[in-house]
């Protein structure tokens, strides 16, 4: 936010208070975020049916933050789209690197000498 430094809305359209820079939206990249990884362990701790209704809602909900920031007038409409696109950028990363950082389980020790000892 500080290296772009895009000002705010104009002071007399805010319904609420807000301090430092407008670019992106910092409530829009967040809840984006938490939205996303609460999806992602949800899918991957439920069945299909019941994961997909719980996804929704938490997309609904990630939404509707970032369009009460413009509702409110302390954020344009493209400071949320950024910190949307920013949020999906970053959970994109973390898919990519995540079978890189879940370790997998080693299949189970077989019992007995190994093969190679058989006659």
């Not at 990519?96 to 058989?118: E, F, I, K, Q, Y």
């Amino acid at each position: 936010m500080a290296l772009l430094a895009r000002p705010r809305p104009p002071l007399a359209d805010w319904a609420a208070q807000a301090s430092g820079h407008s670019f992106p939206s910092g409530h829009a990249t967040t809840s984006a975020l938490a939205a996303g990884l609460l999806a992602w362990g949800v899918l991957h701790r439920t069945r299909p049916g019941t994961g997909r209704p719980w996804c929704a809602l938490l997309a609904l909900w990630a939404v509707g933050v970032g369009l009460t920031r413009v509702y409110l007038g302390v954020h344009w409409a493209g400071d949320v789209l950024a910190g949307w696109l920013l949020a999906a950028a970053l959970l994109s990363l973390a898919l990519l690197l995540d079978p890189l950082a879940v370790p997998r389980p080693r299949p189970p020790a077989t019992v007995g000498p190994p093969p190679s000892a058989w006659p």
